[in-house]
């Protein structure tokens, strides 16, 4: 089998500006996601975006959580945790767990209705979709923490997803002809 070469330039080149990284990514298209927890080291639940599928067989999937947030050490302690993908109608709720509330108190699960489906972790009821997780492996890189979930939950639902790009929530539709 041919294999291929790949040249590192990744030592001797810098990193982009900040900022520029921060712009490219401002205008990408992202689906709006709670990442919660529940076990012996407490409650907690953010809103993240940097959530993606990792591999089918086995279902495992990754969410990056900024290492200055709390619930980093919380969902490490429990060992496990869901995805709530958000419908369009949860905007609220991904700025209650973003901590800027509009109304209410931020991170407050009272603002919505959870149920368990494997684990201990919250699933948020009338979400797009619930994927509950056990910690499969747990990925140090720069300011966040990546954590690999394996899949051991899930439920969707038909309704339409929230989107977040450039800095608005969007609900996708059909482009028109
Ligand atoms: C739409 C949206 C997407 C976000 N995505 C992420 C993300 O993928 N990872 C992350 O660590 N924080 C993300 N955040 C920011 C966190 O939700 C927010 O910084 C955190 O909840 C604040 O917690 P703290 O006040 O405890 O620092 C996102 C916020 C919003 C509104």
Redesign the pocket.
């Known amino acids: 089998m041919a294999t291929v070469k790949v040249e590192s330039t990744a030592d001797s080149t810098d990193s982009v500006d900040i900022d520029a990284f921060v712009g490219a990514m401002r205008v990408q298209a992202?689906a709006?996601n709670l990442v919660t927890s529940n076990g012996p080291a407490g409650r907690t639940g953010?809103?993240?975006?940097?959530?993606t599928s990792v591999s089918a067989e086995p279902p495992l999937l990754l969410?990056?959580?900024?290492r200055?947030?709390?619930?980093v050490a919380i969902i490490r302690q429990n060992g496990v945790f869901c995805i709530n993908a958000l419908s369009a109608e949860q905007s609220g709720l991904?700025?209650t767990?973003?901590?800027?509330p509009s109304s209410g108190h931020?991170?407050d699960f009272e603002a919505a209705e959870w149920t368990n489906l494997t684990t201990t972790a919250p699933a948020l009821v009338d979400a797009v979709a619930n994927l509950d997780c056990v910690i499969h492996d747990i990925v140090e890189a720069g300011s966040?923490t990546i954590f690999i979930g394996r899949v051991v939950g899930a439920v969707h639902r038909n309704v339409r997803p929230l989107v977040?790009c450039d800095r608005t929530?969007l609900a996708p539709g059909p482009l028109k002809d």
């Open positions: 992202a709006v953010v809103t993240v975006s940097a959530m969410a990056c959580v900024n200055r947030s709390p619930s991904a700025d767990f973003a901590g800027r931020p991170f966040h977040y929530y």
